[in-house]
């Protein structure tokens, strides 16, 4: 358990439908963050939130919109995807740089199969 | 940003230590190494971190050499468990977490 839930755990979702990851964090960080991990690839920073306001998009296709409401949710809402974008998303939240270095902290994924 | 580099495989007997190398010969002075493993099909967990001087922690030790060039995660007691890939990671100014390919670490019975 490392205070990062995600949820669905598994997901198949049609090109055509429109589903939604979320991501809830118990650890009171103000940064959060997805990754992609696609078959035997590293990961790959998607979007980062920090105080709510998203600082990075790492030129990540418009079918994935984030939405961070509070500090606590993230969300990733997934809209005519292609089957080359199934893959692990995963979720993770740190503190806003402090001194001493900031550890970011994982969920667990979501699997996502795009049929 | 500076870049890890770390071998590709490694196998450690079970029972033994494993010590798993990180090069970072680009990092600066204010830039701290992080190691983190992913055990199959799971999220990224995060093991140790250190600036200068040399780290322990229940799961494993950190060795990083005076210059700061390149680092060791020491894991003192390989089990099965470990078996996973391995992530060294100098986190930028930016703040932001890039992982590389990391070492894939095969415990062996």
């Known amino acids: 358990e490392t205070g990062v839930t995600q949820t669905p755990r598994h997901l198949v979702m049609g090109m055509t439908n429109k589903k939604s990851l979320k991501c809830e964090q118990h650890l009171g960080h103000n940064a959060m963050y997805w990754y992609k991990q696609s078959a035997k690839k590293p990961l790959e920073l998607m979007f980062v939130?920090?105080?709510?306001?998203?600082?990075e998009n790492n030129s990540v296709p418009s079918r994935f919109s984030p939405e961070c409401p509070n500090s606590s949710h993230l969300f990733l809402h997934l809209h005519t995807l292609q089957p080359e974008d199934s893959a692990l998303y995963l979720c993770?939240?740190?503190?806003?740089?402090?001194?001493?270095?900031?550890?970011?902290?994982f969920g667990e994924g979501s699997w996502l199969t795009v049929v | 940003d500076a870049k890890t580099t770390q071998p590709t495989s490694m196998d450690c007997a079970e029972g033994r230590a494993a010590n798993l190398p990180c090069n970072h010969s680009?990092?600066?002075?204010?830039?701290?190494v992080y190691w983190y493993r992913q055990i199959h099909s799971q999220g990224p967990q995060y093991i140790i971190h250190g600036l200068k001087n040399n780290e322990t922690n229940e799961m494993a030790s950190l060795i990083i050499t005076e210059d700061r060039k390149s680092s060791t995660l020491i894991l003192p007691h390989a089990t099965l468990r470990d078996t996973a890939v391995y992530y060294c990671?100098?986190?930028?100014?930016?703040?932001?977490?890039?992982f590389g390919t990391g070492t894939s670490l095969t415990v062996i019975p």
């Open positions: 990671i100098v986190l930028n100014t930016g703040n932001q977490f890039y």
């Open positions: 939130y920090s105080l709510e306001e998203r600082v």
């Open positions: 993770a939240s740190s503190q806003v740089w402090n001194r001493g270095g900031n550890t970011i902290y």
């Open positions: 680009t990092i600066s002075g204010n830039e701290y």
